[in-house]
């Protein structure tokens, strides 16, 4: 629901302001579908509020799932559609959310470049991606947010900050900074930009190569910010804040080798908070090819013998796209 709208029709109808205080509070709760079930308001607002709002909007076309993991195709009020993903795992319910319908970057290994841009989503299609799956968990709700669904975030700036603040508030859903995590394809001036901000919130780069020519052939964007651009940030990200930074790394056969494998150390040894996330590749129809099991292997092997600490991300909702790079809204 857009709140500034709330707030000026509440200022409309002349009503106090813990009106406004004692709706969001309803609608933050995740425990009531329409403003019918809020019987702590008036018959009358009730029905004004229903008639001039949705609670969310977004509503649900489709859903499928596992026991770990679940995709839902939500519909948006302009008939556009997105992806927003749940996962049940480790100690916190997590849900993967999109910032954009499609995306513009066109990652080669990624599904959601292939469908191309539409539009950015607003702050109430962030947010209400995860009162969508709060309305379904009730009375158990999302405790963890990974911007890691379709587009990319840093490019819908404005409506990203402005969502994290309502993820984030007292006020709002109150999912502390630590569990909220951003993922870009490496726009250094938003990562310089992000860390002025000096929050808690965390950051990934998907770096996927460090070897310049080929990071510009699988990520156009590493045309316009080069490695050299996006170390820079990433250490300007580091120093000002003192936190770790993630870097991405998906497995394909063609960034695995020994020479892959010592540019990749180079990167990453060059600042202690630099962390290192390997994912094996999900498959994407005219994406990349994953690196054989062997490959993976090998690859870590040459990590170890160079010293770069790393972890492996599972993944999850494979087999029905439901992974990361696997969101496109023709697919469900
Ligand atoms: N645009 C942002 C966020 C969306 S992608 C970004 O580029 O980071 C979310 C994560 O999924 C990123 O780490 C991205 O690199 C990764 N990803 C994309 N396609 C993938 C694929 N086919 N297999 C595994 N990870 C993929």
Redesign the pocket.
Known sequence: MDLNLLKDFLKQQNLPDFRYRQITKNYFSGRYLNFDQMTDLSKDLRTSLSEKFSLLSVSEEKIIGDEFTQKALLKLADGQKIESVFMDYEDWLTVCVSSQVG?P?N?K???TGKMGFVRNLTVDEIVDQILYWNQKLFPKFIGRVV???M???FLNWDNLISALKIINSPDGLNIGARKISI???GLADKIIDFADLNTQINL?I?L?SADQKFRESIMPIAKQFDLNQLKKACLYYVNKTNRQLFF?Y?LTNQNTSQSDAQKLADFIKSHHLFFLNL?P??P?VG?MDQASKDQQKIFMNYLSQLRIDYSVRRSFGQNFSA????LATDKL
């Open positions: 995306c970057l990652c290994f990624c599904a911007f890691m669904g587009g990319e975030p993922s870009t394809a990934a998907s996927h991405e998906a994912i590749l999900n994407v994406g992974a990361c790079g696997q």
